[in-house]
C-alpha cells in the first residue's frame, strides 16, 4: 500500500503561481510512475503531468506544456508540481497518484494506470 498527502493548493490570480506537493508513504519503492491530474466540476478527471519513479521520464498535457513543470525527490519520496502563468481554465481540484507496476498495453498517462491517489487539493485561478 501506497499513501499519498498533498498540499498546496489555493486561490490564485490569474498570472499567479502555485506549488503542489505530493508526499508518498508506504510501499513506494515499488512505484514506477508518479502522476498529477485534475478535475474540473462537471468534467472528467483529466492527465496533467506524470513522471518516472527516477525522474527519467517526463510528460505532459498539451494545455499546461511551457507553464508547469513535475518533480521528484525519490528519498523525500514526494512529487512536486509547479504551476506558473496559471489561468481561470486551470481552475479543478488536483489529485497526485502513483502506479505500483507496469501495466502492459495500458498509456501511464491515464488515470486507469494509477493505483494509488491522494485526497485532492483545490486549485482556484480569479480572473
Known amino acids: 500500500q501506497v499513501q499519498l498527502v498533498e498540499s498546496g493548493g489555493g486561490l490564485v490570480q490569474t498570472g499567479g503561481s502555485l506549488r503542489l506537493h505530493c508526499a508518498a508513504s508506504g510501499r513506494t519503492f515499488s512505484s514506477y510512475y508518479m502522476g498529477w491530474f485534475r478535475q474540473a466540476p462537471g468534467k472528467e478527471r483529466e492527465f496533467v503531468a506524470a513522471i518516472s519513479w527516477t525522474g527519467a521520464s517526463i510528460k505532459y498535457a498539451d494545455p499546461v506544456k511551457g507553464r508547469f513543470a513535475i518533480s521528484i525527490d525519490n528519498v523525500k519520496t514526494t512529487a512536486y508540481l509547479q504551476m506558473n502563468s496559471l489561468k481561470p481554465e486551470d481552475t479543478a481540484v488536483y489529485y497526485c497518484?502513483?502506479?505500483?507496476?507496469?501495466?502492459?498495453?495500458?498509456?501511464?498517462?491515464?488515470?486507469?494506470?494509477?493505483?494509488?491517489w491522494g485526497q485532492g487539493s483545490q486549485v482556484t485561478v480569479s480572473p
Open positions: 497518484a502513483v502506479a505500483g507496476g507496469i501495466k502492459v498495453g495500458q498509456s501511464w498517462l491515464t488515470p486507469q494506470y494509477y493505483d494509488y
